[in-house]
């Protein structure tokens, strides 16, 4: 009788410890699954372009920078990558702009037309929104912004928006309005009370989602596409020369694409769950 | 200033923005498909649909679509669930799988093409591994099946994330207590997740899917970089249309085709998950 109990318990402790293993081979599968294709694009940047066109592929890097040297002297790239930069920060300053006040708004007031307004920034999920990109490149030239930064600047502030109002939201919702009203009863009007009290406590989360409308126009390849012609971003640039352009370039230029895009999430991690999970509801 | 106006005054922003470009444009994309300059006319459709690329091509967008979204579903649950019970390296695991979120779909497409090219890793694994004699080309006409496999593996491993970040963001709403409650009355790990996980993250999974439907219906520098021509996508046929083809009237029609699937499978998401009134956490 004693026996058997033990003999179960065993039993039990051996699939647990079983169940274990399982779990942390799965984790680490897992990992390799995301980490090994990055691994990949770094043996092939930091190769020679000789070796990135030979077979068979050495799996160690040789730490040469012939490919990145040759992504840097290839022509219009370096005009392309400034591009790039330039419509993401463009865009980061906007959607933060125009963005942040309505987060302010949804979180402190209740208002008329609250829910409509809401309906609006959750309807802009429900579509494709690289796709009105082609509308607008009518619309632009029309204007006269047609083939600019500022134009294409503008359309990814529309996909940054969203986001933006939904994050922003989310921080302001997690500050108490008592802190506030303690400001203006201590002399504070409302915009003192913002600068001096809230504006200090949200400006880390402020700067993670400025990060992440960065990001999202940093990536951005349609739209970027369809709406620059002479002044193409990098992802247009890549796209437009995926056919002619030899495989160390494309490498370099895809191996440029993510290291901002790495650092960027590294530097949003610990805002990127609170931000979603909140901004979602 | 008016206090009752105020919470106006900082909406009027993203309203005004969204209205030029968001709502607006959707009104000059249907103008551009139903005319011709001079009237109303299908003729856009007509064209479009009578193309012999266009039923492979929404096949093709359809097929990738429904291979991705159910594997990416079940891997998202899998590694969510996984983070919520560890205790140590819990950060830095998150980090490692979420980092294709901030991974553009062009760059994505680029180091997935490291692995499948001809010179690429999987033939020189395989050919180190004494697997193959001569180095197989993956990726051109006579197997389709291979292309279809390496766009699906690149979508897999980029956007698996984004559903992940929400879904671990919902499984941290649900109240502990109700696994502790779980667990008294003797239920075992998979039935807790049956019964507690999946329904409590209704809204969670709802969004979840309905971003990554729509994204998967705009696929399309993923599919640039690997297949190129070979899998043609509904996306790439819009870009076709208004570049080479320089065709605007067509190509508005083919994003309005990509409109109405993406807005009807919206809707079956909504309903099919749908919460009921007052069953929120």
């Known amino acids: 009788m004693t026996a058997e109990t033990t003999d179960v318990a065993e039993v039990g402790a051996n699939t647990r410890k079983a169940g274990q293993y399982v779990y942390i081979a799965a984790v680490v599968l897992l990992c390799a699954w995301v980490i090994v294709p990055l691994y990949f694009l770094l043996i092939n940047t930091l190769s020679s372009p000789e070796a990135v066109n030979s077979y068979p592929k050495p799996f160690i890097p040789e730490f040469d920078l012939g490919s990145l040297t040759f992504f840097a002297n290839f022509a219009g790239i370096l005009t392309a990558l400034k591009n790039s930069i330039l419509v993401a920060a463009l865009t980061m300053v906007m959607s933060i702009a125009i963005g942040a006040p309505a987060g302010y708004a949804l979180s402190r007031f209740e208002f008329r037309g609250k829910e409509l307004f809401r309906l609006l920034i959750l309807l802009t999920r429900a579509f494709p929104l690289p796709l009105l990109a082609l509308p607008l490149a009518v619309m632009f030239i029309r204007v006269g912004i047609d083939d600019t930064i500022f134009g294409l600047a503008l359309v990814h502030t529309t996909l940054a928006i969203p986001f933006a109002v939904l994050i922003t939201f989310s921080l302001f919702s997690g500050i108490p309005i008592e802190l506030e009203e303690a400001a203006w009863t201590l002399g504070c009007n409302r915009l003192t009370a913002f600068q001096k009290v809230i504006l200090p406590l949200v400006l880390p989360g402020i700067t993670a989602s400025a990060i992440f409308a960065f990001v999202i126009s940093w990536n951005e390849v349609f739209a970027a596409a369809v709406l620059t012609i002479e002044n193409r971003t990098l992802t247009a640039f890549l796209l437009q020369n995926l056919d002619t352009s030899p495989l160390h370039l494309k490498f370099a230029g895809g191996f440029i694409l993510v290291v901002p895009a790495l650092i960027f999430i590294f530097a949003v991690r610990k805002y990127l769950f609170a931000m979603w999970g909140i901004a979602n509801r | 200033m008016n206090p009752r106006l105020l919470p106006y005054v900082l909406i009027l922003p993203v309203t005004l923005f969204l209205c030029l470009f968001f709502l607006y444009p959707f009104v000059l994309v249907a103008q551009q498909a ?197 899998f043609p996508v509904l996306m790439g046929e819009t870009y076709e249309y208004q570049f080479t083809l320089l065709n605007a009237g067509a190509a508005a029609a083919i994003a309005l085709i990509i409109l109405g699937i993406s807005i009807a499978f919206t809707l079956i998401i909504m309903r099919a998950l749908r919460v009921p009134k007052g069953a929120t956490i």
Do not use: C
Not at chain 2, 95 to 103: D, M, V
Not at chain 2, 136 to 163: C, D, H
Not at chain 2, 199 to 205: A, C, E, G
């Open chain 2, 34 to 230: 139903f005319s011709d300059g001079s009237g109303f006319t299908l003729d856009n459709f007509r064209d479009v649909t009578s193309h012999w690329k266009f039923p492979i091509s929404l096949k093709n967008t359809f097929l990738l679509a429904l291979a991705v979204v159910p594997i990416q579903l079940a891997l998202s649950l899998l590694m969510a669930t996984m983070v919520n019970r560890m205790k140590r390296g819990r950060d830095l695991i998150l980090y490692i799988w979420t980092i294709p979120l901030g991974i553009s779909d062009l760059a994505a497409g680029i180091i997935w093409l490291a692995i499948f090219e001809q010179s690429g890793f999987l033939n020189s694994m395989m050919g180190g591994l004494g697997l193959i004699d001569s180095p197989t080309n993956f990726l051109s006409y006579q197997s389709p099946m291979m292309v279809f496999v390496a766009i699906m593996l690149a979508e897999v491993w980029r956007a698996t994330a984004i559903m992940l970040v929400i879904l671990v963001a919902g499984i941290g709403l649900i109240p502990k207590e109700y696994y502790e409650a779980g667990e008294v009355f003797g239920a075992t790990a998979w039935q807790r997740f049956l019964k507690i996980t999946l329904p409590m993250l209704r809204p969670s999974l709802q969004t979840a899917l309905v971003l990554r439907v729509i994204l998967a219906f705009e696929v399309f520098a993923v599919v640039q970089a690997l297949g190129g021509t070979l």
